[in-house]
């Protein structure tokens, strides 16, 4: 089972990115897939899913709005659209995966992560 993510950068405040879970290993169409992130000194924290259909999606109150998660299930990858970056929303963003119907936000219900990849905001 591999998770892989990629995409993140330095990028000014107001910028965009979009970040990629390429996954491999399993069948993905059968999980939920999330986004995580967890910034310096704080605990990790759940930023948007999506179902396994890619049906249903959930996001943090923090993005709302600015980001946006989809998934190719043709490609087995899940993608984290990120507009209107503030400083704040620095962190290592992580994907991970769930068995569980659904979109959970907690992150005991996660069974395989990827290594993260850095985002960074500048203001």
């Known amino acids: 089972v591999q998770l892989v993510e990629s995409g993140g950068a330095l990028v000014q405040a107001g910028g965009s990115l979009r970040l990629s879970c390429a996954t491999s290993g399993f069948a993905y169409d059968d999980y939920a897939m999330s986004w995580f992130r967890q910034a310096p000194g704080k605990e990790r924290e759940f930023v948007a899913g999506a179902s396994s259909s890619g049906g249903v999606t959930k996001y943090a109150d923090s993005v709302k709005g600015r980001f946006t998660i989809s998934r190719d299930n043709a490609k087995n990858t899940v993608f984290l659209q990120m507009n209107s970056l503030k400083p704040e929303d620095t962190a290592v963003y992580y994907c991970?995966?769930?068995?569980?119907?659904?979109?959970?936000?907690?992150?005991?219900?996660?069974?395989?992560w990827g290594q993260g990849t850095q985002v960074t905001v500048s203001s």
């Open positions: 991970a995966r769930s068995r569980i119907v659904g979109v959970l936000t907690t992150m005991t219900m996660y069974d395989q």
